[in-house]
Every structure is written in structure tokens, then in C-alpha cells.
């Protein structure tokens, strides 16, 4: 007990001593900048164990497939329960350990923002990558994004708190600590600074800039150190594929439209989730519908990075493997199926991560783009006998999807670039996100708003 007291007061009196030379007028920004390191290290850290603790959990979800007593006869059947089982066990996470709501992680950071409360519990600095790679680990289709920007939020507010940051710091400090986590997660620097300063849209001064980005630096080269220095998604083509201009602005249309029918599906399942009276029946009515989806298209499980990397590299074949659709089919049919991927994978991705689960949308959203532009490459040689270049398709088409889902079209150049590593394919995917992002916003403005004079207000029935 005494070596433990002591202990605490020799950390008090270094905090003690850091804060007054950091109080010090002509070295604020010097511990700021520091401070900010630090903090995207710990980030960095977290996505490392978040990507850690879904590789565990899956390992273990399979373990239990091959494993288990009960023995059927096909054991990717499984596969229909796998989901419902990690969002049960992540809403109870939730509920008993976490003791709050991580469903939709991002909009949370949004609202602590909004709100002036700049005290995010010590708790979401772990949790979060828990709970998320529990619903992953299990089956889960969706991203690990959300969660870890919000733990890395939590730290960098925690760490602010500690050192005595007043509440303009604590602000600053939530949006450094996303950026830094998607910055980790991604092993993206800049996505991480354009996430806080285009997803969360904080104004920043050129100081707290800098630090955002030393920490997203801080938290991506954390996460090279432990993962290695592999791309999570590596473009292996080079540059033997070329797109003419005119169709990367079609195939940036292409994606706007489909941009919209994926926002149209998340919003009617969110609003139907919501809506339940009794919570149990979003929680298993998600998981079921996302276990089905699984059943039948099992590179939906968790984030896919290893079946986008298949798409970007020619291999679309694969995207079909170990389903009940796993066959040969004609050009017609294989078209068929994708386009149906696609509505499903917007299906399952609301399913994973608003019925209960804990996890991101940044992932899925790339994942669509990737099987959206290898359609697009297949339907142009079907109907026009044009052979594009469907990989080449692919990588441009997940600029174009994140943009017009995400809303966020600059976070999507930079972060497919540095992602696959093709940098020199940066114009088309900018000119792809920028169409895409211009339609659906062209969209969104002209549709009438609810209650205004042009559309009458329904009525309610009490």
C-alpha cells in the first residue's frame, strides 16, 4: 500500500510539473504539439488492438463452426446465426459494461461537439473496440471506423482533462483524437486530418492543425509498427490499365445513383430499427436478416478488405466463393448477382451497425464501390462491347461511392490513394468522387423538404 501511494503522488508531481511548463505562455504551442503526439501514439495503439481483437474473435466464431457439438451437415450454415450471436453480446456489452449506447459511434463524437460536453466517459476509451470487435469477429458487415474515432476521441479528451486543458482544448483535443484513430485504422494520415476537418467539420486555427496532423502521423506510423508496412489494400496493375475521361464521369454518375439507393436503404432501416417498441426485435430481427445476407455472400464477412483487394487486382470471380451462388454463371447472371450484392450489402451493413452492433461505414461503402465498379465494367462490355478495365474500374469506383455516401469527397481521394497506393490515379478518382458527391448533393437539394409549402404535412393519428 505504501509503495502504491507513493507511486501516485511521484505521477502527480510529473503532471503537476508538466502542466506549469506547459502554462507557460512561450511554450503552449511546444506541449500542445507534444501533447498531440502522444495522443495520436495511443490511438494508433487502439486500432491496432482493435484490428487484433477482430482477427480473435473470428478465429474463435470459426472455431465454434468446425468445433461445436452441434455438428450439421454443412457447417457454413452457421453463418446464419454468426451476426445475431455478436450483436446480442455487444448490446450487452453495452448495456452491463460499457453502460452506454456505441451504436453509430461517429454521430455520438457529432453530438458531445454540439453540445458543448466536452466530457466523454474514460470507459469509451476501450469499450468501443470491444463491443466493435466483438460484432466484426462475429460475422458482422461493416467497418471498424466509427468505434475506433471514438475511442481515440475519448483519449484524446481523457489525456486533455488530466493535464488541465480548458474547454476550448478539450474540443480540439476530441476531433485530434478521431482523426488520429482513422488515421490508425486506415494507415492513412491525411484520411485522419480530412475526417475531423470534413466528416466532423471543426474549425481549427493553424496550431491545432498541425497537431491534427503530427497525431494522425503519430497514430498511423503507431500502427505500421505493429502491423507492418503493408497496404491494406496494395493495387499490384500498375499502370497497364488506362480509363478514358468520359467514362470515369459516367462511372461517377453511376456511383452517385447507387450512392443514393444505398442512403435511401440505410435510412428506411435505421427508421424502422428505431421505431421498434420492444428493443429484442431490432436486435434479432438485424441479426437475422444480416445472417441470412452472409449465408448467401460470405465475402460479406466483416470489413472485406481481402475481397476489395481481389476486385482491385482482376480477380472478381472470388467475390462469389463458399455462397450457394459459388459456380460459374454466364456474363448475364454474374451481372445479376452483383447488382444484388450491392443492394444487400447496403442491407447488411445497417443491419451490423444500427440494430444493436458497434461499427463503422467508412469500410462498406469502399467494399460497394469495389463490386459497383467491377458492374460497371461488366455491363458496358455487355451492352456496348467496350472492354474497360474492371479493376482499374473498381479502385476509381470506391473514390466515387465514399464520396457520395460519406459525403465527403476530398477524405475520399486521398484515402483511396494512400490505401491502394496508386497515386497516379489520383485525377480519376477525383474527377469519379467529385461527380458522384455533385449528384447526390444536386439531388438531395431539389427534393422537397417535409412541412414545407410545396409538400403539405400529413397528419398524425393519436
Not at 495503439?45 to 466464431?61: E, M, N, T, W, Y
Not at 470491444?130 to 460475422?139: D, Y
Amino acid at each position: 500500500m505504501h509503495y502504491e501511494l507513493c507511486i501516485m503522488n511521484w505521477i502527480k508531481d510529473i503532471s503537476d510539473k508538466i502542466k506549469a511548463w506547459g502554462a507557460k505562455k512561450e511554450n503552449v504551442n511546444t506541449f500542445i504539439l507534444a501533447f498531440s503526439c502522444i495522443v495520436g501514439c495511443l490511438a494508433g495503439f487502439g486500432a491496432f488492438l482493435l484490428k487484433r481483437a477482430i482477427h480473435f474473435v473470428s478465429l474463435f466464431a470459426h472455431w465454434i463452426m468446425n468445433k461445436a457439438p452441434l455438428e450439421w451437415e454443412h457447417a457454413e450454415w452457421w453463418l446464419l446465426i454468426l451476426p445475431l450471436v455478436g450483436i446480442l453480446i455487444a448490446v450487452a456489452w453495452q448495456k452491463w459494461i460499457a453502460r452506454g449506447n456505441m451504436v453509430d459511434s461517429t454521430e455520438h463524437i457529432k453530438e458531445y461537439l454540439a453540445s458543448k460536453n466536452y466530457d466523454i466517459p474514460a470507459r469509451m476509451t476501450f469499450n468501443p473496440i470491444a463491443a466493435c470487435g466483438i460484432t466484426l469477429g462475429f460475422g458482422g458487415s461493416a467497418g471498424a471506423e466509427g468505434p475506433i474515432a471514438y475511442a481515440g476521441a475519448a483519449i484524446g479528451n481523457k489525456l486533455g482533462r488530466l493535464f488541465g486543458f480548458d474547454d476550448n482544448m478539450l474540443r480540439i483535443m476530441i476531433g485530434i483524437g478521431a482523426g488520429a484513430g482513422i488515421a490508425g485504422i486506415f494507415k492513412s494520415p491525411i484520411a485522419g486530418v480530412l475526417f475531423t476537418l470534413e466528416v466532423l467539420r471543426m474549425n481549427m486555427a493553424a496550431i491545432p492543425v498541425t497537431a491534427l496532423i503530427l497525431a494522425s502521423v503519430a497514430a498511423s506510423v503507431s500502427c505500421y509498427a505493429f502491423t507492418g508496412t503493408h497496404l491494406y489494400l496494395p493495387y499490384s496493375l500498375g499502370e497497364t490499365h488506362t480509363l478514358p475521361i468520359h467514362w470515369v464521369i459516367l462511372l461517377g454518375l453511376f456511383c452517385g445513383l447507387y450512392s443514393m439507393l444505398y442512403n435511401w436503404i440505410t435510412a428506411t432501416m435505421q427508421k424502422f430499427f428505431n421505431s421498434r417498441e420492444h428493443q429484442w426485435v431490432s436486435w434479432v430481427s438485424g441479426g437475422l436478416i444480416a445472417g441470412i445476407i452472409l449465408l448467401m455472400f460470405p465475402s460479406m464477412y466483416g470489413e472485406g478488405y481481402p475481397e476489395m483487394t481481389k476486385l482491385i487486382n482482376g480477380n472478381y470471380n472470388d467475390i462469389l466463393a463458399g455462397g450457394p451462388l459459388d459456380e460459374t454463371p454466364d456474363t448475364v447472371r454474374f451481372i445479376v448477382v452483383l447488382a444484388l450484392l450491392l443492394v444487400l450489402k447496403a442491407l447488411a451493413t445497417v443491419c451490423s451497425n444500427s440494430a444493436g452492433g458497434v461499427a463503422g461505414s467508412f469500410a462498406p461503402t469502399l467494399f460497394a464501390g469495389a463490386v459497383a465498379g467491377t458492374l460497371f465494367a461488366l455491363l458496358v462490355r455487355h451492352w456496348f462491347g467496350i472492354d474497360l478495365p474492371a479493376p482499374l474500374c473498381a479502385m476509381i469506383a470506391m473514390g466515387g461511392a465514399f464520396a457520395g455516401i460519406i459525403k465527403a469527397p476530398v477524405m475520399s481521394i486521398f484515402l483511396i490513394s494512400e490505401m491502394t497506393g496508386a497515386t497516379e490515379y489520383i485525377l480519376p478518382i477525383c474527377i469519379c468522387a467529385l461527380v458522384s458527391f455533385t449528384l447526390v448533393k444536386v439531388v438531395a437539394t431539389k427534393k422537397p423538404q417535409k412541412g414545407s409549402p410545396t409538400t403539405p404535412t400529413p397528419k398524425t393519428s393519436n
